[in-house]
């Protein structure tokens, strides 16, 4: 009878027939491991919205105002990251990190809005 070895660490493993690892620090860190990668990208993009989000609570603190383009941008913002867009009747996309939005005007200018059902 062959007797499994773990994983992670490639000792025996005493018990059931099934188990994979010889402990719970061997599970976890072979778990880790291979999710490292995906983790990093993950918190990374997670990292940008919430920064966007940040940026414009900042620059709107009445919960509608116009900005330029340089003001977002100086303060770091960043255009391909937002969670979700909102498309109005009239054919208007606003784009959204979280309950705080943004609609490009003409100009370079940018009307900043907060979205209050995501806040109810």
């Known amino acids: 009878m062959e007797s499994a070895v773990c994983l992670e660490c490639g000792d025996k493993i ?11 620090q061997c599970r976890t860190t ?3 491991r291979l ?3 995906q983790n990093k990208f993950m918190r990374n993009i997670n990292n940008i919205l919430r920064k966007n ?6 620059l ?3 919960g509608k105002t116009t900005v330029t383009k340089t003001d977002l941008l100086d303060e770091g913002f960043k255009f391909a990251y937002f969670t979700n867009e909102y498309k109005t009747k009239s054919g208007k996309t606003y784009r ?5 939005g943004y609609l490009e ?5 940018f009307a900043l809005v907060i979205r209050k059902e995501y806040v109810d």
Do not use: M, Q, V, W
């Open 105 to 109: 005007l003409e100009n370079n200018i």
């Open 96 to 100: 959204f990190c979280y309950e705080h």
């Open 14 to 24: 005493l018990g059931r027939r099934d188990k994979k690892f010889c402990s719970d």
């Open 35 to 37: 999710n490292t990668d």
């Open 60 to 62: 709107n603190p009445t």
């Open 53 to 58: 989000r940040r940026i414009l609570e900042a």
């Open 30 to 32: 072979y778990n880790n």
